[in-house]
């Protein structure tokens, strides 16, 4: 019965699931992470930590949305829990900076006490981080109780032994070529409507969307390389960072890696319009058929000419298939990585896209 009843409604509850909990207006975007950022730049230390960095030297790790839950059926994060243990040891190990950017842990289908108790090891690993003082927490919508329950805490300083001031952003500045490059990042629900904490997407999320998810066993995240265009609220955040100069914006929230403000299947379609001009046939059957094998959901391809390299997305810490996904800024370059099972066991980073950051069109 399960099985019937996952080929029958998985699609339309995940499509109204989709539906109900994003509604990102543009004009309240725009406000949102204008303020944060004014916010952050003169009152550092206040929404968010200002850190000046050595790009050829110091190390950092950007990850989001794990939501770590109960492990049960409702829990997303089961299956890539060992992939982002993985990853914590290696980043560990070389000295990464670790910024978490929100919707860690999730607090709208399970109470603390429960993710508490259930996730122990990813606390254990993340206090590695604290201790050597490279960690920033940044909470998102579904962790917002780190930002705005007084018990919070007393909490925090239950799992991390410690206390531990909650961000909502935090800006990376460096000098790239005599020119300051400032690298913003936040959890990226500013301006939804239906995500910015309030009551009735919660409700939803606890009441109807997770006894459906853990009943049919369902995980609306598909793997890293997805074949979908940018969602909307991706494509007003990029459209908020490419009116800044000199300014990188990283979010999460989505779910949905971008890299250079294109998603992978984007990518593929602005090379093959490059190759096209250039006459490349090679390079144009190549990539007909990696787009082939995707296909792009039935949205109008947007005109990609003129896009500045100015927005990323770490993507999530639960794919379906126990991926993680995560932007690295190291070596002078940033990267979009995923760390995924080889053999079943064993976890493996992956490097999907690189470049250094001197190389960004950002203006």
């Excluded at 201790?131 to 919508?141: S, V």
């Excluded at 018990?151 to 206390?163: D, N, W």
């Excluded at 770490?314 to 800024?329: A, L, Q, V």
């Amino acid at each position: 019965m399960r099985k019937f009843l996952q080929r029958l409604l998985t699609k339309r509850v995940v499509s109204l699931a989709n539906t109900l909990s994003s509604r990102p207006d543009r004009k309240r975007v725009d406000a949102a992470l204008s303020e944060l950022y004014k916010n952050i730049t003169d009152h550092p230390g206040d929404k968010g930590q200002i850190i000046n960095f050595d790009p050829q030297k110091d190390k950092f790790i950007i990850l989001s949305d794990q939501h770590k839950g109960a492990r049960d059926g409702m829990d997303i994060f089961a299956k890539a829990a060992k992939n982002y243990l993985a990853a914590l040891d290696h980043y560990h190990k070389n000295e990464f900076f670790y910024i978490n950017l929100g919707d860690s842990e999730e607090l709208w289908e399970n109470l603390f006490i429960t993710v508490k108790r259930h996730n122990k090891a990813t606390f254990e690993k993340e206090k590695l981080f604290l201790h050597r003082k490279t960690f920033i927490k940044i909470f998102g919508n579904h962790d917002l109780y780190w930002a705005n329950d007084p018990l919070a805490p007393v909490s925090l300083l239950q799992i991390y032994g410690e206390r531990v001031k909650i961000y909502e952003g935090a800006i990376l500045q460096t000098k790239i070529k005599d020119k300051t490059l400032s690298i913003y990042m936040t959890h990226g629900h500013q301006g939804d409507l239906q995500s910015d904490g309030n009551w009735f997407s919660k409700w939803f999320v606890s009441d109807v969307w997770a006894p459906f998810q853990s009943y049919l066993r369902i995980n609306p995240n598909t793997p890293a390389n997805n074949d979908d265009l940018k969602t909307a609220h991706n494509r007003m955040m990029y459209q908020w960072s490419s009116k800044r100069k000199n300014t990188l914006l990283i979010t999460g929230h989505t779910h949905q890696p971008v890299f250079k403000s294109f998603t992978h299947i984007e990518k593929l379609y602005n090379e093959l319009g490059l190759a096209e001009k250039a006459n490349d046939k090679n390079a144009i059957t190549d990539l007909q058929k990696q787009i082939g094998k995707r296909k792009s959901k039935g949205d109008k391809l947007p005109d990609f000419t003129g896009y500045l390299d100015t927005y990323f997305n770490s993507g999530c810490c639960c794919f379906d298939d126990g991926d993680i996904t995560g932007i690295e800024i190291a070596d002078g370059c940033i990267r979009l990585i995923k760390w995924r099972y080889i053999h079943g066991k064993e976890s493996e980073r992956v490097i999907l896209e690189e470049s250094k950051l001197e190389d960004l069109k950002i203006m």
